[in-house]
């Protein structure tokens, strides 16, 4: 399972942590969209991810993974 490769790379890096208190420390990271109407009448949608605290950071390198969820992103519709 996915939960089972998490914590195996985990522990492969020294963090025996539950499944639990990963999932709380990863918890507080969100991705936010605001929408706002432009004055030529379309309207932009903007898409920005959190910003990580260490021990986050500390469990996303021990998992090679990037520390942004995402790149801002923009639509206009």
Do not use: F, N
């Given at each position: 399972?996915?939960?089972?490769?998490?914590?195996?790379?985990l522990?492969?890096?020294?963090?025996?942590?539950?499944?639990?208190?990963?999932?709380?420390?990863?918890?507080p990271q969100?991705?936010?969209?605001?929408?706002?109407?432009?004055?030529?009448?379309?309207?932009?949608?903007?898409?920005?991810?959190?910003?990580?605290?260490?021990?986050?950071?500390?469990?996303?390198?021990?998992?090679?993974?990037?520390?942004?969820?995402?790149e801002?992103?923009?639509?206009?519709?």
């Amino acid at each position: 399972s996915i939960i089972h490769s998490i914590r195996y790379r985990l522990k492969a890096k020294g963090i025996h942590e539950s499944w639990d208190s990963v999932r709380k420390t990863m918890q507080p990271q969100i991705r936010v969209t605001t929408t706002m109407q432009c004055q030529d009448g379309r309207t932009v949608h903007i898409r920005k991810s959190s910003q990580l605290v260490e021990r986050q950071k500390v469990l996303m390198d021990a998992l090679h993974l990037k520390h942004s969820a995402g790149e801002v992103t923009r639509v206009y519709t």
